[in-house]
Nanobody, 115 residues
Framework: QVQLVESGGGLVQPGGSLRLSCAAS????????MAWYRQAPGKQRELVAV???????NYPDSVKGRFTISRDNAKNTMYLQMNSLKPEDTAVYYC?????????WGQGTQVTVSS
């Protein structure tokens, strides 16, 4: 059984940094893409960062230059490094992995940016 578990969220002041982790407990074969999404109250879920199986990355303008997605295959873990955080970054952050067997989502971790 595949499970994705996010961690690393919390309360941060504007301008601060956080590193989110997403650990996979089961094997996911033929991974085509790994991504982070976020959803703020009353808003649609939006893509934050994506990394493909060959290592290419993509970010929306809202986070480009501030967020970095990465992975550690040996630990079956992906990360989202978030720098220069803004109040508008406040949301629940979700990791997603797309593989041969389907699409898997984590349960989410809360990130709050406030003074």
């Amino acid at each position: 059984q595949v499970q994705l578990v996010e961690s690393g969220g919390g309360l941060v002041q504007p301008g601060g940094s956080l590193r989110l982790s997403c650990a996979a407990s089961g094997s996911i074969f033929r991974i085509s893409a790994m991504a982070w999404y976020r959803q703020a109250p009353g808003k649609q879920r939006e893509l934050v960062a994506v990394i493909t199986s060959i290592g290419s990355t993509n970010y929306p303008d809202s986070v480009k230059g501030r967020f970095t997605i990465s992975r550690d295959n040996a630990k079956n873990t992906m990360y989202l490094q978030m720098n220069s955080l803004k109040p508008e970054d406040t949301a629940v952050y979700y990791c997603k992995v797309e593989g041969l067997g389907g699409i898997y989502w984590g349960q989410g971790t809360q990130v709050t940016v406030s003074s």
